[in-house]
């Protein structure tokens, strides 16, 4: 009987509102915003009030070059701390600004990250306050490209950045498209909004470090003939939320996908599949190897008995409305649960009514150690969602919160019940 209710918002960071924080990791970390020359400067001073309004403090630290693009007035005002540009600061104490700097950062955040920023921290150049800092640092280095495309692409920008990845730096994009110099490919800047995210995302806890995780997202489509199905409203963006959150934890994830229009997250590897007997059998050459298995998807219960070939035309029935014979599909999750050596496995209930009940029900059926309630109401193609989730010790409600703060929560309980 499931009579106890422990509401995870005492314990998810940041709930103390109602909701679930997105930016629970950011807050109070202190971030060292570096900005090098480019005209993506400008874009640095939303980064820096969406980091501040996410929680973190931000210490901000210009090269020469970039304060030709942007003043450091900019980033005093929004910071509310002042800019610091020179390496022979002689008002600080001890003329170490380069060390007191890197010691004080959580994590040193180069953007935009010009092509000769790369190359100097590529090779441990040290000739302004910002290089000498990034040399002297403790914490993470993350740095976001931005340049022209023929400076991407350069051989020599190209094998910086390799160097820099295998030194354990993170770079974030550079994103292609259009170019403040007119021309076109890779080497913008990634927007502040998809910094902000991936700085979120690069501080979640790797609690589920090198664990193979296998995922269904999305709706399956069952062919009535060969332009017609049945389908559903899935939009997949719970499943895909939760393959994004579970990879930043560190997971080795592969994600079987009903057909959608979302974008594989960084990282997850991706199978398309469109029926149940598509995503039944990529997921059962699967699941053997996998430890833990999470069912997102809205998997058709049933398929046509007998999908015709060609077009069906409704001239040739005169009129006489078709008759479609339904056949049974596999149940995935039920199968996976009752291998021999099952991975722990989770289940999603979407309900429209009596949620507890038939959550419940579904994880006892199912012989799963946890099931995800959520009513469709709440959150079906929505970018929020409200989650109960039900295990052996009772009903968990997730204050309501963006599908990926939900998805993060959740990756957390997992972690907590493999623990
Ligand atoms: N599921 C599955 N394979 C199926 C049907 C469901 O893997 N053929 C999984 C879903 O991904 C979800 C869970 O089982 O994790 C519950 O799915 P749902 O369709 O809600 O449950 P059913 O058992 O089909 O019950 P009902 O449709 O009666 O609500």
Redesign the pocket.
């Known amino acids: 009987m499931m009579n106890d209710v422990d509401d995870l918002s005492s314990t998810t960071p940041g709930a103390s509102s109602g909701n679930v924080d997105p930016c629970a990791e950011l807050r109070g970390k202190r971030i060292l915003l570096g900005v090098t020359g480019g005209i993506a400067a400008y874009k640095a001073a939303e980064l820096t009030r969406l980091l501040l309004k996410s929680g973190a403090r931000v210490q901000v630290v210009m090269t020469g070059a970039a304060m030709r693009f942007v003043t450091p007035v900019t980033f005093q005002a929004l910071s509310g701390e002042p800019v610091c540009t020179d390496l022979w600061d002689a008002g600080v104490g001890n003329n170490m600004a380069h060390i007191n700097l890197s010691r004080d950062a959580d994590a040193i955040l180069v953007a935009p990250a010009s092509a000769d920023f790369l190359a100097k921290a590529a090779h441990g150049l040290a000739d302004d306050l910002l290089s000498t800092l990034v040399l002297a640092r403790e914490c993470p280095l993350l740095a976001a490209p931005a340049m022209n495309r023929q400076m991407w692409e350069n051989p020599a920008t190209q094998r910086n950045a390799q160097s820099l990845r295998a030194d354990g730096v993170e770079l974030l994009g550079p994103a292609c498209g259009e170019q403040a110099c007119g021309e076109s490919g890779a080497g913008r800047m990634l927007e502040a909004q998809e910094i902000l995210e991936a700085l979120i995302a690069f501080f979640q806890p790797k609690v589920l470090a090198k664990k193979k995780l296998l995922i ?1 997202a999305g709706p399956t489509f069952e062919a009535i003939d060969p332009v017609r199905g049945i389908t559903n409203l899935s939009s997949g963006k719970m499943g895909y939320a939760l393959a994004r959150a579970a990879s930043e934890a560190g997971a080795e994830v592969t994600l079987v996908s009903g057909p959608t229009a979302l974008a594989a997250p960084p990282g997850v590897l991706r199978i398309d599949v469109v029926s ?1 007997a598509q995503m ?1 059998e990529e997921v059962m050459r699967r699941a053997q190897d996998s430890e833990i298995f999470i ?7 049933y398929r046509p008995a007998h999908p015709a070939s060609e077009k069906l035309k409704k001239d040739e029935r005169e009129g006489v409305p078709p008759l479609i014979e339904l056949q049974l ?6 199968e ?1 649960a009752a291998l021999p050596r099952p991975p722990f496995c ?6 429209s009514r009596n949620l507890a009940e ?1 959550a419940a029900r ?1 994880r006892e ?2 012989k799963i150690p946890l ?1 995800v309630g959520n009513l469709i109401q709440d959150g079906l193609g929505g970018e929020n969602n409200a989650l109960t989730l039900f295990d052996a010790a009772g009903a968990h409600p997730l204050p309501p919160g963006p599908k990926i703060a939900l998805a993060r929560a959740l990756v957390a309980h997992i972690a907590k019940l493999l623990s």
Do not use: H, R, S
Not at 346 to 351: D, Q, T
């Open positions: 269904t149940a039944y069912a997102v998807a809205a998997v058709a219960d599909n596999p149940d995935i999750l039920a996976v989770v289940g999603f209930a979407a309900e038939y579904k059926a199912k099931i």
